[in-house]
């Protein structure tokens, strides 16, 4: 699909254009200037019917519970609103973000005090949000469940398609299952209350009251909970990349996050609000590494006809959608109205590639890009699609803006990183995540701790929300330590080779041995 898009993009130079398949359209936007249009029409053109494709095809839930999800698809009370709503409230600046937050980024920590032969930083960067969200019974613990949940990731876009999944995608039907009968475990142990989020609580509340019974709710969060790790993962690996890849942004990042830390009697604390509303270049750095490998597709779904902007007609190939979806709702009713309908597409890829909005040097990486005093020509806000826009911004945007800087800083403070053959490369790329591209093999490096000392990890001002775009005020320096969790380090000084591949995962070699074999996110070790 990406290269139907492009070539259509670099034939015709279009603003808007029309992908006829059969039975649909697909309506690709290349302009700018349609994307804040087409974000205030959520009636007219209402991802809704998306989501409920989603939770047929993708989560694969019961007739009845598709019925519940498609009740009054485009009101505000409808469940698909009130989840979104739900979620985002949970997932908004305020002391619960701040918990994950601070667990997060704890976990990882600690996780880095252990290095050892096989360990994979996807692997810890996955637990360390999962277990914020689900607690010390987290079922993202067991190898099997990390596995399915790569081969589940994998198999998305399959699975969205709905082209014979049972012949097509079977490794990612029997993960889904596996994800399933994991929290159909975590569920009936009744260990939400052990140290789990209160955003884990309320998707399981919320449905429940609705009327959904638990098998579906176990569906429902294991196509939920991809969308913890699939973002923040690759992020993460990107980021580290191009700032130790590159040593003026190393240079430039580390001076910004040292300030973040104050030592006392040995102890180092890293207050997370500083690097939040304080470190404009790290925070850019995550931009400008969503701008360039960001590969995610808005689509909103054509309820009724529509001309956008007074010129162009968006047709809706149905004449009718009804408020509420008939009982039953079979996948042959879902497929009907949703493949009937026309879709827009707004690929993130493309908007980020517009040498009108992010001038004549669009085709690099430069860090301080989305910052404001840059002497670069200023971007446009609508060309940035990271987080979708408008009335439907992604809920996740805010745990996903902190964790990536939070977990980024962590390792910029205590290890410094070197290309095992001493120098960066960077092959050719695979689109094998939905919302990344990814390098096609893994990158070697040395993973050197700096110090060995203990640490903590503060959040002195909690509830305070990032900036997602342009620069970063000042904070003050009062602490508070009302979010203080510690831990110790034991990490010496002494040398680690690791791989680091498009996840980051690590493998640390034990000196005088042969070097382990790694494999990556989805590979398997020769």
């Known amino acids: 699909m990406q290269r139907i898009i492009w070539q259509s993009i670099n034939k015709y130079k279009l603003p808007i254009y029309t992908l006829r398949l059969p039975g649909s359209r697909l309506y690709v936007v ?61 997932l908004s600046p305020g002391p619960n973000l701040d918990g994950l937050n601070v667990k997060a980024v704890l976990n990882l920590s600690q996780s880095l005090d252990n290095l050892c032969a096989n360990m994979r930083l996807s692997t810890e960067i996955m637990l360390a949000t999962t277990n914020s969200v689900y607690g010390l019974r987290n079922p993202f613990k067991s190898p099997d469940v990390q596995a399915a949940y790569r081969d589940y990731e994998a198999g ?85 990349y191009h700032i130790f890849s590159d040593s003026i942004a190393l240079w430039d990042c580390r001076r910004e996050v040292k300030k973040a830390v104050h030592e006392n009697n040995g102890e180092k604390c890293l207050d997370l609000l500083y690097v939040k509303s304080s470190c404009p270049i790290l925070v850019s750095t995550m931009q400008e ?150 390098p096609s093999r893994d990158v070697r490096v040395e993973l050197i701790p700096r110090d060995n000392k203990r640490w903590r990890v503060i959040l002195s001002e909690p509830g305070k929300p990032m900036e997602l775009t342009n620069s970063i005020p000042t904070s003050s320096d009062e602490e508070t330590g009302i979010y203080s969790l510690d831990h110790h380090e034991d990490t010496g000084s002494d040398l680690h080779t690791v791989s680091l591949n498009w996840v980051g995962a690590l493998t640390v070699e034990v000196p005088h041995d042969p070097p382990v074999k790694m494999s990556g996110h989805g590979f398997k070790s020769n």
Not at 319 to 347: A, D, H, K, Q
Not at 424 to 429: D, E, K, L, S, V
């Open 30 to 90: 290349n302009d700018i200037a349609l994307i804040p249009i087409i974000q205030q029409h959520v009636r007219a053109l209402s991802i809704s019917p998306i989501m409920v494709w989603f939770f047929s095809h993708f989560m694969g839930v019961s007739k009845g519970a598709l019925h519940i999800a498609s009740r009054d698809p485009l009101e505000n009370h409808g469940f698909i609103h009130q989840i979104t709503f739900e979620t985002t409230k949970i």
């Open 156 to 240: 998305l876009m399959i699975m969205m398609a709905g082209l014979f999944p049972r012949l097509l995608a079977r490794e990612t039907l029997t993960a889904r299952d596996t994800l399933a009968q994991a929290f159909k475990r975590y569920y009936a142990a009744q260990v939400l209350e052990e140290g789990s989020s209160v955003y884990a609580r309320n998707r399981y509340e919320y449905p429940l009251k609705q009327g959904m019974d638990v098998q579906d709710m176990t569906r429902m969060e294991t196509g939920g909970a991809t969308g913890l790790p699939s973002n923040t993962t690759p992020a993460t690996f990107w980021r580290i």
């Open 289 to 438: 590494a969503f701008r360039c490998h960001s590969i995610g597709v808005s689509a909103r779904t054509v309820v009724e006809h529509h001309m956008l902007d007074g010129k162009y007609l968006l047709k809706n190939s149905f004449s009718w959608f009804p408020p509420i979806y008939p009982i039953p709702m079979t996948r042959s009713e879902v497929n009907l109205i949703c493949n009937r309908g026309s879709t827009v597409l707004i690929p993130s890829n493309v908007q980020h590639s517009v040498s009108s909005s992010w001038g004549d040097n669009v085709s690099e990486l430069y860090h301080k890009r989305f910052i404001r005093d840059t002497e670069f020509k200023k971007y446009n806000a609508a060309a940035f699609c990271a987080f979708e826009g408008g009335v439907n911004p992604c809920p996740g945007r805010h745990p996903a803006s902190t964790e990536i800087p939070a977990f980024a800083s962590v390792i910029l403070l205590r290890f410094d990183i070197k290309p095992l053959d001493g120098q960066w490369t960077m092959a050719r790329y695979r689109e094998a995540n939905a919302v990344f591209r990814l």
